[in-house]
């Protein structure tokens, strides 16, 4: 049971570069979520998909774009990375709506932009 | 302000010794209550959930105090193993336009020997 499964695991891309993290989850979660966590700080919300075919803005979404493929899979973008970029992303799947139910994160992707 | 608000620590305590943890949050409409446990450079994982009733997990106890707006998590007889980062999460609910779970900013534990 592989639960939420983000790639790459590390990433160093030069200011202005694209590139997207890949997510997927195999808990038939219908939430999906990606977070970022800066040095000494908590996770901040980037987008979120409450299901599939929706995407809404957290926090902080400037300079994010994302795509909610399908039930499993949930991807974000960075058009035109900058040294501001240069954080810990996690993606997390859940179902909120049923209770006091947990969110389960990927291993994270650790992002550098020069 | 902050919709949760944690005191970041570092607690430096040692062996055995009892620790507790405060977090408030901003939001009264807030429908549930987590403490998550962040290991150095790792995902975060539930460490339990927070009931207006209170809740106990072997060491751990957690409570909510929904008039006051606030979460605590008691840890006793302290581990070496117990060093981490504690996230209080808040689920906010429809209320604040948007369903995901809100995050403070951790407080660090260090257990000493």
């Known amino acids: 049971n592989a639960g939420v499964t983000q790639t790459p695991k590390f990433q160093v891309l030069k200011t202005g570069q694209s590139m997207t993290l890949q997510c997927a989850q195999d808990?038939?979660?219908?939430?999906m979520y990606w977070y970022r966590q800066d040095p000494g700080m908590g996770l901040r919300l980037i987008y979120y998909?409450?299901?599939?075919?929706?995407?809404d803005k957290g926090e902080v979404p400037n300079g994010y774009n994302v795509s909610r493929l399908n039930k499993r899979e949930f991807s974000l973008r960075l058009e035109s990375a900058a040294p501001s970029q240069t954080s810990v992303y996690f993606c997390?799947?859940?179902?909120?709506?049923?209770?006091?139910?947990?969110?389960?994160f990927g291993q994270g992707t650790r992002l550098t932009v020069v | 302000r902050k919709e949760v608000e944690q005191d970041p620590g570092p607690f430096n305590v040692p062996e055995g010794a009892t620790v507790a943890f405060n977090c408030t949050y901003s939001?009264?409409?807030?429908?549930?209550f987590f403490w998550y446990r962040q290991d150095c450079r790792k995902e975060p994982k539930l460490l339990m959930s927070?009931?207006?009733s209170g809740n106990e997990d072997g060491r751990f106890t957690a409570q909510l105090n929904r008039a006051s707006q606030y979460i605590s998590l008691l840890i006793r007889d302290s581990k070496l193993s117990d060093s981490a980062t504690y996230l209080c999460?808040?689920?906010?609910?429809?209320?604040?336009?948007?369903?995901?779970?809100?995050f403070g900013s951790g407080t660090r534990l260090q257990v000493q020997p």
């Open positions: 997390a799947s859940s179902e909120l709506d049923r209770g006091n139910t947990e969110a389960f």
């Open positions: 808990m038939n979660h219908n939430s």
């Open positions: 998909s409450a299901s599939e075919g929706t995407t």
């Open positions: 939001n009264s409409a807030s429908q549930s």
């Open positions: 927070v009931y207006s």
């Open positions: 999460v808040v689920n906010p609910g429809w209320d604040m336009g948007r369903r995901a779970l809100t």
